[in-house]
Nanobody, 124 residues
Framework: QVQPVESGGGSVQAGGSLRLSCVVS????????IGWFRQAPGKEREGVASIYSGTGNTYYADSVKGRFTISQDSAKNTVYLQMNNLKPEDTASYYC?????????????????WGQGTQVTVSS
């Protein structure tokens, strides 16, 4: 089994920063990629960023390019999402997911293992 656990959400004003963490425990052979997703009330879950565990290749949604950075610390089995210049439209529940994926890894259907989510609220 693989279990992602997120932390680091909170409330900030527009222009502020937050860093989310995702600790992924379990069988590493069951996943080659970690993705961050978000879901706002009444909206579909959308991919934010992904990182391949072996190559370190990263992919971003256009809406967060230049503001968010995904990174990993393999020794700690942890993936981070640094979010800068936050906007009110970034407000959502943020989820970490793990799976064996291909391509950009930004589609929720690609992932088998999901965390419980952490709330990010950005006020104007």
């Amino acid at each position: 089994q693989v279990q992602p656990v997120e932390s680091g959400g909170g409330s900030v004003q527009a222009g502020g920063s937050l860093r989310l963490s995702c600790v992924v425990s379990g069988d590493t052979s069951r996943r080659n990629c970690i993705g961050w997703f978000r879901q706002a009330p009444g909206k579909e879950r959308e991919g934010v960023a992904s990182i391949y565990s072996g190559t370190g290749n990263t992919y971003y949604a256009d809406s967060v390019k230049g503001r968010f950075t995904i990174s990993q610390d393999s020794a700690k089995n942890t993936v981070y999402l640094q979010m800068n210049n936050l906007k009110p439209e970034d407000t959502a529940s943020y989820y970490c997911a793990a799976g064996w994926v291909l391509g950009r890894g930004l589609r929720p259907s690609q992932y088998e293992y999901w965390g419980q989510g952490t709330q990010v609220t950005v006020s104007s």
